[in-house]
């Protein structure tokens, strides 16, 4: 018998250590269990504020631009011509008495494209969107149906060169 207790001595002892190695593991999987909770509940809270974010997004309105001075007597034009490109913008400018350049042009209809202003219906070709004849201060509430009236700009080269252009197929 002499010979068991110090073998259960040692036995007591490593179950000991065992048990306490299980209690440190057993708390450090509790702290990680809370520090998931913590963690679970931080996601949970970032995907509610992004669907809200999402949400707001499409609700918001961009800002209501509204051109001025030359810009919109050239847009106006533009409406009336239907489908336009660059060529038709500078003519349209130049009557309007404002004189610019085709990258001024390219740039301020990619802003407009960007804006919602005009849509591309070709290779540098627009037309005016809904938006872009609001901006434009087209009205069609008191459209009657009858065909639209031609711009009548005063006769010089650079008006008969726009109609020359656009009827030189006539």
């Known amino acids: 018998m002499d010979e068991i207790e110090p073998l259960l001595e040692k036995y007591r002892a490593e179950i000991g250590q065992i048990l306490d190695r299980k209690r440190s593991f057993e708390n450090q999987a509790a702290d990680l269990g809370q520090k998931a909770a913590v963690l679970q509940a931080r ?94 201060a087209i009205d069609d509430d008191d459209d009657d149906g009858s065909a639209p009236m031609e711009p009548n700009p005063p006769y010089d080269d650079a008006s008969a060169s726009w109609a020359n252009r656009k009827f030189k197929q006539f």
């Open 43 to 136: 996601i949970q809270g970032m995907v509610e504020a992004a669907e809200i974010l999402r949400d707001a997004r499409g609700v918001t309105r961009k800002r209501q631009r509204k051109l001025t001075g030359p810009w919109q007597k050239i847009m106006q034009g533009a409406d009336l011509i239907g489908d336009f490109d660059y060529d038709d913008l500078e003519t349209l400018a130049e009557d309007a008495g404002h004189t610019v350049g085709r990258d001024t042009l390219r740039s301020q209809m990619s802003g407009y494209k960007s804006s919602g202003l005009v849509e591309s219906v070709g290779d540098g070709v627009f037309r005016l969107t809904d938006l872009g004849r609001q901006a434009a």
